[in-house]
T-cell receptor, first 114, second 116 residues
Framework: AQSVTQPDIHITVSEGASLELRCNYSYGATPYLFWYVQSPGQGLQLLLK??????LVQGIKGFEAEFKRSQSSFNLRKPSVHWSDAAEYFC????????????FGTGTKLQVIP | NAGVTQTPKFQVLKTGQSMTLQCAQD?????MSWYRQDPGMGLRLIHYSVGAGITDQGEVPNGYNVSRSTTEDFPLRLLSAAPSQTSVYFC???????????????FGPGTRLTVT
């Protein structure tokens, strides 16, 4: 069964510091990968997605992610974090074919300190 | 476009009561799904549908029922509420197709359900 692992439950960074959130997915043909962000009390919003082509993808709010097939990873990065980035971040995977179920990781909660 | 809408936003039920969470989308998306979100567990898929008349179970379907009579609506029914169903419920929709697995999901604002 497809699965997604986000090994960091909670991360604290200083405003202006760089950020990397880790995501590993179970091996499968043609994974489609997503990062979503959830602000407190809100629904989920798509940050970026990867489905083919360039393995470095750019998203909204200055985020980027790199797909590494050899490591089954899709880590999210941002060079300089802003206080408004404090939220919970979810990685998700979907495989082609079948009914295309989406599996989410358990999330990483980001705290930004001044 | 209103996107994905969910009603109600908040609900308190007593154990054993039944209710229906409503979800509607106006984007003509074929794929719709229901998730529950619990602390430390991320989002877990309850049921999903790839089109009107077609539904299937996700990873935590017990105690929930769905139907899809139209493309727009995908209600989730709690048959006999239990405290273990206290959670935040999200509905989502997306396009789909033979080459459409990369389409992202659009989420509703959620329903916060408490069962006492």
């Amino acid at each position: 069964a497809q699965s997604v692992t986000q090994p960091d439950i909670h991360i604290t960074v200083s405003e202006g510091a760089s950020l990397e959130l880790r995501c590993n997915y179970s091996y499968g043909a043609t994974p489609y990968l997503f990062w979503y962000v959830q602000s407190p009390g809100q629904g989920l919003q798509l940050l970026l997605k990867y489905f083919s082509g360039d393995t470095l993808v750019q998203g909204i709010k200055g985020f980027e992610a790199e797909f590494k097939r050899s490591q089954s990873s899709f880590n999210l990065r941002k060079p300089s974090v802003h206080w408004s980035d404090a939220a919970e971040y979810f990685c998700a995977v979907r495989y082609s074919g079948g009914y295309q179920k989406v599996t989410f990781g358990t999330g990483t909660k980001l705290q930004v300190i001044p | 476009n209103a996107g994905v809408t969910q009603t109600p936003k908040f609900q308190v039920l007593k154990t054993g009561q039944s209710m229906t969470l409503q979800c509607a989308q106006d984007m003509n998306h074929e794929y719709m799904s229901w998730y529950r979100q619990d602390p430390g567990m991320g989002l877990r898929l309850i049921h999903y549908s790839v089109g009107a008349g077609i539904t299937d179970q996700g990873e935590v379907p017990n105690g929930y029922n769905v139907s899809r009579s139209t493309t727009e609506d995908f209600p989730l029914r709690l048959l006999s509420a239990a405290p273990s169903q206290t959670s935040v419920y999200f509905c989502a929709s997306s396009r789909t197709g033979t080459s459409g697995s990369h389409y992202e999901q659009y989420f509703g604002p959620g329903t916060r359900l408490t069962v006492t």
